[in-house]
């Protein structure tokens, strides 16, 4: 064989090696989603859309000229389970800076998913997507059908142009972000782990949808009996007009929402109240759930569906003493911070990992968690079960300041906050709604258009609970008139770590006289320390940064400031857990070991800190919520957002109710 | 909130006051002098020197206030001969002076800009070599020797604490003598690394509050393809975050083969408790020998390390950017130096820095003191002669300071004078005073003669006099922050700004305001038209006008800004700007007087009136009766 042809056999190998590579399909079989969830609240008929999914990366962004959502072949998709992070475990420049992949879901539609009279006219399905980061545009069967932006919060799309026998679901997933998207691109604050962050559902829906369920407590005095205010979107998804009952259930206390006639593709916004004479509050201490249900009929009786939800009754409110109270009992919360971030697995979290994170804030003596992102259900779940506070935030994190001023961004912004306060509201776990963290210091002129705007808005959207936001301050910086829209201020604490005003932070024996001046500032609003924390990753001298021990002895010292400080409403350690944060990150840790935050009470791989049991004894400590007694709140807004349809409206039912168990 | 000295504009380069004599020409004043200066970041500070009284040699401080050197004033009373002062200063005034007298350590404190000096507190006996840092906060530490070992002493909220445990290693090794006199650095986190040397070697250990780290880690080393002979001199410098620290020092190294003796400054960065290796920081000089070490950095690490040549005579310094990473050397004097240069790198400002030497001989063919400063930290700029030649030849061999504020302003201290007529001479280099602006009296004045105000800049040294122009005419002069115009000025649109001058007449100038004087009050008449009836709408109109002063254009008054109409009853119309209708109906009958006031942007006011009567109206007639008729009886 000649020199010449020798190289063109060679040049014929590798160029036709993923040719054929390619050629091979990933064997795969359309398989039905099964009747289960992973979390309880929520529409009944839900099946997870689990099992084997397919991805393909897309490093090149190609796949929408050359239409993979069309395409059949699996020739070059991977197996994967969903949820899923495609750049799990990869912490290169380009990892962080995002890309975008494609999933695939082949799928059947179960059996037995609607009653054998239920025509096949009115059997409609919708697919739920817990999370998906950060753009993601469906496809069904080869027709787009949806698209959304923004991770951390979930949306649905109608199944319109299903099938009998296999459907094919493609969700292209655009993790690239911009300084203008939320959180900002390309950098940040944690790493961008790109794709399906939670997972996915079909729901079936037999003509009538019970797409938006609240379900809101009033309680006028921790004594008092409560008002439940329940408001459910009921959603006609055919073509035809149909007449529906809408009932439900707090604990035992029934609740009629009465009858309609709803319209081709119109919705019904139906309202109850009923009254729970002798409420059993929920709170830190005794987390106690009511079991709501809510059940959809058509006139003839028959069941439509239904949603279930676990509530809790109590009150969250700024005393006029500029302090949180829970049921009127003052709170002086401690926890620490979650990041939804896993060594292996990325930020997509299966239900042990995410009951591990909570388990280690039961060990700790949490009473409050946050994170810069609305959290997932289950984590919220699991919340509420556990009698811990939510600080619940959108990513409006550390945006530049010309943004916060363009019309775009704040409606982008302001849509974040609404999806979140509509996700989350029924979970009494979430005690305010955090506008934001770390905007500019000092205020600026935008800054405070946003503050105002989004806060005017939660309050509109939720009356119950406070707003809030964590900010970043120091010595010399004066008051901000524009905070005065927050019923919480956050403080971010890094004094001895983090320089901030040319030094002013340097010291920690500054903090407590801080502390002082900043409740002089806000003497009226309840503060909590919403960040504090050391990075560790090695022993040796206490005074060094870096090491355990000086993690352990800044955090009691910080701790034992705030409990000096009667007034400060709760104290939040960042981070439960190390968390990969951006390439080449240093983070005041003199020996770092980049992207990795090494702030945690526990190392990425799990392994609890020395600081851990520190920070446990001190958390442990403190009387994180005051006994029974009676503090005036603010006075509370309970008109809801939804005007009330007189005309559906029953009288309020009012014989006792029971808690779940 | 607080009132920590952090933020900075950013420097230019300074401006040097003639040099100022603080003490002499004396033969009182000793050689070496002792020179130590220090200035806390809001400017007040303190120079301490030797002097003799009775023949007896004792420490003098000039504190640093209000911009000004103080007279001098003894701070040892009642002890006998001291030596070694040191001298740290904090914000307000604080001052600590340590020394040695009688071969105890004292230290004398003053707590604050308006206190006196407390009486000396002995601290150490058997002690020597005290050396001394303060953070920003007024939290300091004092390292020394005594007994054999290394000790550190803690100062924090007006009390000094001794360390329980020595530094040193050994108290069998000469540790912290000689040239193994310990330095300290305290940053701005309250944590204090001690250098000292010790059997030939240069060691570091931190200290926070009066814990002694567990590390002690050694700094010297030898150069590639050197052996170490001895190591001493020890200077250490850190950021406001102590886990960055560099150290230079002087060492002895036996290089190449045969192997020949050199002697070299040296640099080992310090991070955490490792250091990264040994690099020079004598630059070409190296060749030929080099000594004397000197450092200082920043809150962020920016500084400087300095060496002398020890044949050349040539000033090197070695910048330090981020965390005190060296960035670059560079030879500090231009011209020749016939002797060693007695380099002393300062921090003046959070970046900016400058290094300050004699250079021999000077412009005038004698010794005199030179500055190079450093506006971003890492670029000198141009050589400043500080001293002056009237006052003789100047001798930083005995004695040459200097130090900064966080504004960047700088002093620097020296020694000058013959024989017998020694002097302490310090000069102050100036930043121009900050931005500042105008607060009052607002876009339009009704006074012809109006108070103009302004916000005082930042100005740490002061004093500041200001220059107030009007219409592009300075018009006064003044260290206060209002002004009052002192003449008439014609209504209409004016003009003006505030020069801010420092002492050396550097200025900073303030935004030009304008101010419209209108002192015609507006006009307006009154109309009213409708039934005087109660129940009945009545209408006004109000006609209003703002004139200008006979003769004057209409564009010299300032407009209107306000109409109202009160109707008398308690019931006021406030009438948009151009609109003159108002209406109302009167409730009640009576006499009531109908007021139209309107103001201009100026404040004056104008008014007009009239009276009306209300009456009640008439009672109607009441109808006759209508037969009742079949079918309009009252509806079942």
Redesign the interface.
Known sequence: MSARRLVLVAVVLVLGAPAIARAQATPYTATPPTAQTLYRDGQTGRYLLGGEWLYRADPTAAGVAQQWYAGSSTAAWSPVTVPNSFNAGDFSSGSMVGSVGWYRRDFTLPTGAFGPKVPASLQRWIVRFESVNYRATVWLNGRQIGSHVDAYVPFEIDLNGLRAGVNRLIVRVDSRRGPGDLPPGPSGGWWNFGGMLGEVYLRAVDAADLSEVQVTPVLPCPTCAATIQETATVRNVTGAAHQVALTGRYGSVPLDFGTATIAPHQSWTATSTAVVPQPQLWSTDTPRLYRATLTLSDQKGNRLGGYVTYSGIRTIAVTTGGQLALNGRLLHLRGAFIHQQNVQTGAALSIPQMTALMGWEHELGSTVIRSHYPLPPAIQELADRMGILIWSEVPVYQVADPYLGQPGWRTRAYSFLQQNILASENHPSVMLWSIANELPTPVTANEAGYISGAAALARKLDPTRPVGMAIS???????QAAYAPLGVIGFNDYF?WF?A????T?????LG??LD??R??YPTQAIMVTEFGFEANRH???????TYEFQSDSAAYHLGVFATKSWLSGAIYFALQNFASRPGWGG?N??PDPPWVQKGLVDQLGNLKPAFAVVSTLFHAVSQIAPMRRVAPRPAHPKRRRPAHPKRRRPAASRSGSPAT | ????W???AAAQQPLAAPPHVIDGPSASIVRPAGIAMSIARDGTGGLVYLKQVAGVQHVFVSALTGGSFQTPVQVDPGLGASSQPVIAAGNGGVLLIAFVSGGELYVVDRPGASSGFVAPAGLAAGASNPAISI???S?AYLAFAAGGAVRAAYYNLGVWSVAPTPFSISSADGAGTGSGRPAVAA?????GIVAWGEAGHIFTR???GT?V???TVQADAALPGCSELSAGEPAVGSE?????ADVAFHEVLGCGSPAQQRSRVLINRL????FLGVTAADGSAGSSGADDPGITMG??GHGWITATGTTSNALIGTALGDDGQVWGTTQVNGAANLTAPDGDPVTAG?FSNLIAWQQSPGSSGQPEIRVRYAPGGSTLGPEIVASSPAQGPTDADNGLAGAGD?AGDSAVAWVQGAPGATEIVAAQLYQAPPPFGTTGPGRYVGLPEPQLSWAAPNELWGPVTYTVTLDGNPIGRTQATTFIVPTALPDGPHAWTVTAANPVGQTSQTGVVGVFVDTVAPTGQIALSGTRLIGHSLNTFFTYADPPPPGDPTTDASGISTAVVSWGDGNVSRLHTGWHRSFHTYKSPGTYTITGVVSDRAGNVGHATLVVRIAKPRPKPKPKPKPNKPGHGRRR
């Open positions: 301050d120091w010595p010399g910086v004066p008051c001895g320089d005003g040319g030094g002013g340097d010291d920690r024996d500054q006289p801080f001046s900043l002089g500032c040796g001298p206490v005074e060094e940064r870096g005041g003199p020996w | 909130m607080g009132g920590a952090a933020q900075s953070t920003n906060f939290k940053a701005g986190d309250g944590v931190r200290i926070w814990s780290s567990v590390a406001g975050n102590s886990s960055y991070v955490a408790s490792q809150e962020y959070l966080v």
